[in-house]
């Protein structure tokens, strides 16, 4: 995890260009590329992102690739949406294939990014071009940043056409190839809950941190899943240590990984 606040200067040059690069993918998702809708219209978001929940509806993207995590808190989402306007060629040569923007109800802002390469993601976090983006009014207070292997991705087949809504947890893990195999094995649950796409991340820097990403059509149903006997159960096989903090919020734009 990477962890910036107040100023980008205090940061390693990865740390800033891996929040740099967040914010050009940013920038788009609020430019609403591709047809996705403006960041400051949460109803009607298009495209796809995420991982699904078994059977013909799903597209399994498999192992292998990588995500990027970044969680913004900000005071003024205008002047954020102003200085991640542009980057959409930054992000193709970081090697960024898709993205997902969230605003959580407070107005933080979650945006998941995917990638094929990750070394290639890594070379292109050290570039000296992003740092011109750095620096600039309107950048988040605060900014926490996680590199990830993707271990499961599953998008929907077909782009959903109404409004979804994401939810992301982080846990500290003490058996990983059980978590991998619980959630395997318990799609049918996610899908009860509503869940079109599925997501499940480890860390680069510290293999015992996960990420989860669940993309849903019902807000009250994906707030309700970290609750229900078999996740609990999950967390159990895998040994899930400390307190488990669900971060839920509504799907603003994405664009399907390629």
Known sequence: M????????????????????FALAGAEACSHEGGAPPASSPSGAASTDGSPAASASQENLGQGGASLFVVHMMSDFDAFKKYFEEGA????????????????????????????????????????????YLDRKGAPETSLVWLTKNAVVKVPAAPPTGQTYSLYLKLHVGDFAALERGFEARHAVFAEQGVVGEGLHRSTDR??????????TAKDKLE???????????????????????????????????
């Open 2 to 21: 990477l962890h910036r606040k107040n100023s980008f200067r205090v940061a390693s040059v990865l740390e800033k260009s891996l929040l740099c690069l």
């Open 89 to 132: 060629a930054e992000r193709e040569k970081a090697g960024i294939k898709g993205y997902l923007l969230s605003r959580l109800d407070d107005g933080t802002v979650v945006i998941h990014l995917f990638a094929d390469d990750l070394e290639k993601v890594q070379n292109a976090l050290n570039s000296p071009d992003l740092e011109r």
């Open 207 to 216: 293999e015992n941190i996960a990420i989860l990403h669940f993309m849903g």
């Open 224 to 258: 309700a899943l970290p609750k229900r006997p078999e996740f609990v159960e999950l967390l159990k096989q895998a040994k899930v240590d400390g307190e488990v903090k669900p971060l839920i919020g509504v799907d603003l734009a994405r664009n399907r990984p390629k």
